[in-house]
């Protein structure tokens, strides 16, 4: 079955414009999480969603970033007022949630943004 | 979620097995161990996962010691397209977020 989709997969913006990056998780998956990997580094967490829950915000780094989901589907993060430090790939990745064995997220193929 | 120790690198043959070690004496009854894998410039992909016994998929194996202090994944026949970055995770599934973290790995690189 199909996996994890984002899009764009590459984006460039100017420092001060706002982006906002899309994710498709696998159908059927509740959960889905942000993360955030600047280059040589290991996943930063951002947010994490699942079902109708309040989303877990704890990662986020600032107000300027923001994120919602559609019930159980597409997800998108915001990045408002862009500055150099946000230039990153943003990873998607999606899980079936929850449960008392093991939870496996898969991951999308990213969004490589680059703030100039 | 418990800690775990890799070696930075390692070296392995095209055709031949990978065996990439992994140490996690903290572990508790309750936490999985899971290996992911990083390809430059993709996201990271779920390879495989276990608790006690032995597991095998279509992609690699997972040998578990008794002890559960240690773990080896195996890629029996390792392709160029096996060339990436190595990640094992100890954890247990809870209420709420599973913030994955991931170590240093290990850099796997097969050589022609």
């Known amino acids: 079955g199909a996996g994890v989709s984002q899009s764009p997969s590459n984006k460039v913006t100017e420092k001060g414009k706002d982006v906002e990056l899309r994710c498709d998780p696998i159908?059927?998956?509740?959960?889905l999480y942000w993360y955030r990997q600047r280059l040589g580094q290991g996943l930063e967490f951002l947010i994490y969603?699942?079902?109708?829950?309040?989303?877990?915000k704890s990662g986020l780094p600032s107000d300027r970033f923001s994120a919602e989901r559609t019930g159980e589907s597409v997800s998108t993060l915001t990045i408002q007022r862009t500055q150099q430090e946000d230039s990153a790939v943003y990873l998607c990745?999606?899980?079936?949630?929850?449960?008392?064995?093991?939870?496996?997220?898969?991951f999308g193929p990213g969004t490589r943004l680059l703030v100039l | 979620d418990a800690k775990t120790t890799q070696p930075p690198s390692m070296d392995c043959a095209e055709g031949r097995a990978a065996n990439l070690p992994c140490n996690h004496s903290?572990?508790?009854?309750?936490?999985?161990v899971y290996w992911y894998r990083q390809i430059h410039s993709q996201g990271p992909q779920y390879i495989i996962h276990?608790?006690?016994n032995n597991e095998t998929n279509e992609m690699a194996s997972l040998i578990i010691t008794e002890d559960r202090k240690s773990s080896t994944l195996i890629l029996p026949h390792a392709t160029l397209r096996d060339t990436a970055v190595y990640y094992c995770?100890?954890?247990?599934?809870?209420?709420?977020?599973?913030?994955?973290?991931f170590g240093q790995g290990t850099r796997l690189t097969i050589n022609p």
């Open positions: 990745a999606s899980s079936l949630g929850p449960r008392r064995s093991a939870e496996t997220q898969y």
């Open positions: 159908s059927g998956h509740t959960a």
């Open positions: 969603f699942q079902g109708n829950s309040a989303p877990d």
């Open positions: 903290t572990i508790s009854g309750n936490e999985y």
């Open positions: 276990g608790l006690k």
């Open positions: 995770i100890v954890r247990f599934s809870i209420q709420g977020a599973q913030k994955l973290v």
